[in-house]
């Protein structure tokens, strides 16, 4: 199986930050990764596919890029509304497994 | 619009049926997937069924796999996940989803959920 190992697993940044999430995969996965962001309660909602695809509806502050084993997810001004944990998510090969999360919180 | 339902309190061993209906969304040409989230796992994908252009395949985790099936009725707009000998690190959040498209597996449409929670 791909493992998924994002980091880091929480920060803290302040409305207006740049923040960045790296996602690393234990083999070559070309440009197979998904990001999704999820509130508490709540079924995670996709936001980036194919590593830099922004989905239907998302706000252009959220960005994806990488490709083969490293990938980053950025959000380029953090608004209040962004504080959710975020998750990547290969497509490689089954079986799709996720990274373990960041949890985004307010500084 | 998709919900689930089903979820609920089962001992090891026993067996449960979820259902996913999707309504204003069509996953009729859509392979629709089984996620489940715990706090001990975080998110976890269970398996996979393809729409009837690929034969209705199912793919699973090896976890699940020989426990699980994932079914569906496209008359229904309905996927199902019959889930026997359940354990209880089966105990879980259980997400059903819709696949993007047929080379992007990403999930576009995702339910509210239903908690399965194996205790004795």
């Known amino acids: 199986d791909i493992q998924m190992t994002q980091s880091p697993s929480s920060l803290s940044a302040s409305v207006g930050d740049k923040v960045t999430i790296t996602c690393q995969a234990s083999?070559?996965?070309?440009?197979?990764l998904n990001w999704y962001q999820q509130f508490p309660g709540k079924a995670p909602k996709l936001l980036i596919y194919?590593?830099?695809n922004l989905a239907t509806g998302v706000p252009s502050r959220f960005s994806g890029s990488g490709s083969g084993t490293q990938f980053i997810f950025t959000i380029s001004s953090l608004q209040p509304e962004d504080l959710a944990t975020y998750y990547c998510?290969?497509?490689?090969?089954?079986?799709?497994?996720f990274g373990g999360g960041t949890k985004i919180e307010t500084k | 619009q998709v919900v689930e339902s089903g979820g609920g309190l089962v001992q090891p061993g026993g067996s449960l049926k979820l259902s996913c209906v999707a309504s204003g969304s069509n996953f009729r040409g859509s392979p629709v997937h089984w996620v489940r989230q715990s706090s001990v796992k975080g998110l976890e994908w269970v398996g996979r069924?393809?729409?009837?252009?690929?034969?209705?395949?199912?793919a699973y985790a090896a976890s699940v796999a020989g426990r699980f099936t994932v079914s569906r009725d496209d008359s229904k707009n309905t996927a199902y996940l019959q889930m026997n000998d359940l354990q209880t690190d089966d105990t879980a959040i259980y997400y059903c989803?819709?696949?993007?498209?047929?080379?992007?597996?990403?999930?576009?449409?995702w339910g509210q959920g239903t908690m399965v929670t194996v205790s004795s």
């Open positions: 083999h070559d996965i070309k440009k197979d």
């Open positions: 194919g590593a830099s």
């Open positions: 998510q290969h497509y490689e090969s089954l079986p799709l497994t």
């Open positions: 069924i393809r729409s009837y252009t690929n034969d209705y395949r199912t």
């Open positions: 989803a819709r696949q993007l498209d047929l080379l992007v597996v990403a999930f576009d449409i």
